[in-house]
């Protein structure tokens, strides 16, 4: 299973970010999609997860209102929108993929982790 990340960077406060995880190795359709982040010296963060379907979003109170999770099941990929961004958002941002009957928030009932990309927001 392999989950590549793309679309870190460097972006000034208040400005936006589209990350995008592509998937390869798993039925991508049957598993919910989560991003988590790791800022320097703090312990990895949820961010947000979306079912399988796309059907249902769960978002960290951090994040809501200011980031959108979507997905392509046809293209194996998943999306953070990231908009309104702060420099607490400055991080290492992964995904992940999970199989379970709930959408998880807990980054150890995640199944398979993609390389983190870094977000870096300036002020």
């Known amino acids: 299973v392999q989950l590549q990340p793309y679309g870190g960077g460097l972006v000034q406060a208040g400005g936006f970010l589209r990350l995008s995880c592509a998937a390869s190795?798993?039925?991508?359709?049957?598993?919910?999609m989560g991003w988590f982040r790791q800022a320097p010296g703090k312990e990895r963060e949820f961010v947000a997860v979306?079912?399988?379907?796309?059907?249902?979003?769960y978002y960290a109170d951090s994040v809501k209102g200011r980031f959108t999770i979507s997905r392509d099941n046809a293209k194996n990929t998943v999306y953070l929108q990231m908009n309104s961004l702060k420099p607490e958002d400055t991080a290492v941002y992964y995904c992940?993929?999970?199989?379970?009957?709930?959408?998880?928030?807990?980054?150890?009932?995640?199944?398979?982790w993609g390389q983190g990309t870094l977000v870096t927001v300036s002020s």
């Open positions: 992940a993929a999970v199989q379970r009957s709930y959408l998880p928030a807990t980054a150890r009932d995640y199944d398979y």
């Open positions: 190795g798993l039925t991508f359709s049957r598993y919910a």
């Open positions: 979306i079912s399988w379907s796309g059907g249902y979003t």
